[in-house]
């Protein structure tokens, strides 16, 4: 039998595929991300790990779990909690799980765009305080979303996701990406440079992974070139949107508002952003639906599975 571990709960459809495919797994039930320490004993002559992305897997995991370990599995398309480096000079195969969250991620992206725009978040907070008297013809004006200009930084299949629903708000999409994406051109969206796009766009919606070249690429210098009625959305990673930044530039009223689902220190959120009336901020539920995370569990269990078995990894990064 493979010597399996789960590091936090996952939906149970993933541990029944570990189950059938390979005999079995040992979970950490508690649903909270275990200490290093804890981690590191629980790894220990494992061949394979499910983790999550509030795991750390360095070279120190690695070793505390020994040359037999094959594969790690990540239940996220996302893998910077993962050495992939460290991994493969190991010889541990890492794989994530693309593609089946795209749609979710996209329609979260829109829900905090519409939410930022319309003050959806401000607006609720005064009715539930008690503190909305009844209708007023200025209360809570906010932008329109249909004919504007929507800049995505990062054209993956998120970025192209958040593309697509802009056909219908008949919006002009700007996009910033390494080399030109032809699915983007087919959606007439223009590849534009960095600044163009941050000038030119009334929604700015972040979609790069988390590198060393993508932290805080949009920082206090960014956002000074955006229109100070622009939003910027971050369903991405935290650290690639500088908080102190923003929290001082909504302040400020050098832009309008932001949607954040990401966190440059989750759980921890910068307290500056609490003050902020114009940040939407949500827990990190991008892909928070029942048939997406159990897609995602069913992915992870098979590529770890799959690597079990001496076949190929569906999804490997590495
Ligand atoms: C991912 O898979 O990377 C997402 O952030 C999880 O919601």
Redesign the pocket.
């Known amino acids: 039998m493979e010597r399996v571990f789960v590091t936090r709960v996952i939906p149970q459809i993933g541990i029944d595929i570990l189950k059938r495919e390979l005999g079995g797994c040992d979970v950490n039930t508690s649903d909270k991300p275990l200490p290093k320490d804890e981690l590191k004993a629980q790894v220990k002559g494992r061949t394979g790990i499910v983790c999550l ?1 509030t795991d750390m897997i360095d070279g120190e995991i690695l070793d505390a779990a020994g040359p037999q370990l094959k594969v790690v599995s990540n239940v ?3 893998y910077n909690n993962i050495d992939v480096k460290a991994a493969t000079a190991r010889n541990v195969t890492v794989t ?2 693309p593609g089946v ?1 795209t749609d979710a ?1 996209a329609d979260l992206t829109w829900a905090l765009l519409m939410a930022s725009a319309r003050r959806l978040g401000e607006s609720e907070r005064v009715l539930r305080a008690h503190a909305w008297h009844g209708w007023g013809i200025l209360q809570f004006l906010g932008q329109e979303v249909g004919g504007r200009t929507l800049g995505i930084i990062g054209a993956g299949r998120i970025g192209a996701a958040v593309a697509r629903r802009a056909s219908g708000f008949d919006m002009r999409v700007l996009y910033t990406s390494r080399s030109p994406k032809p699915e983007m051109d087919e959606l007439n969206a223009t590849r534009v440079d960095l600044d163009t796009l941050l000038k030119e766009s009334d929604f700015v919606s972040l979609h790069v992974p988390l590198t060393p070249e993508t932290k805080h690429i949009i920082g206090a210098s960014e956002l000074q070139k955006m229109k100070s009625t622009a939003h910027i959305i971050n369903t991405a ?1 935290g650290p690639v949107l500088d908080e102190a930044a923003l929290a001082a530039a909504l302040k400020a009223g050098t832009i309008a508002g932001a949607g954040l689902d ?1 966190y440059e220190a989750e759980p921890t959120i910068h307290p500056a952003l609490f003050e902020c009336e114009n940040a939407i901020l949500l827990p ?5 639906t029942h048939s997406t995370r159990n897609k ?1 569990a069913e992915m992870a269990a098979t590529n770890c599975a799959a690597v079990l078995h001496g076949k190929a990894a569906l999804n490997p990064v590495s």
């Open positions: 992305l996220a398309v996302g994530n799980t969250l991620t990673r990401v990190h539920i991008g892909s928070a995602m």
